[in-house]
């Protein structure tokens, strides 16, 4: 079974670095990271395609970083220069998929962790 776990998140300054790191058991091919803050929707962060193309939203290019490790089953979120809008519980997702589709859509991934909060501060 298909099985991922969050961790990284933290207090941190604005201005400052994080880097999240998302262990995954089982076969899949795409990986995201999504966020949600209180009393707000999901919102796409970042993806990784099977082919290791990576896919970004206006708010987190040029800021954060999604990688992958294959060998260790491993996804990372590398964040930098942080703003308190950032502050919120990020989640790891995983498609099992093998091909890529529209991959900033919460609809695509089937396997989910259990988030780890990120809290910016001014």
């Known amino acids: 079974q298909v099985q991922l776990v969050e961790s990284g998140g933290g207090l941190v300054q604005a201005g400052g670095s994080l880097r999240l790191s998302c262990a995954a058991s089982g076969r899949t091919f795409s990986h995201g990271w999504f966020r949600q803050a209180p009393g707000k929707e999901y919102e796409f962060v970042a993806a990784?395609?099977?082919?290791?193309?990576?896919y970004y939203p206006d708010s987190a290019k040029g800021r954060f970083t999604i990688s992958r490790d294959n060998a260790k089953n491993m996804v990372y979120l590398q964040m930098n220069s942080l703003k308190p809008e950032d502050s919120a519980v990020y989640y790891c997702?995983?498609?099992?998929?093998?091909?890529?589709?529209?991959?900033?859509?919460?609809?695509?991934?089937?396997?989910w962790g259990q988030g780890t909060q990120v809290t910016v501060s001014s």
């Open positions: 997702a995983a498609r099992s998929n093998p091909y890529p589709q529209d991959l900033g859509s919460r609809k695509l991934y089937d396997y």
């Open positions: 990784i395609n099977p082919y290791g193309s990576t």
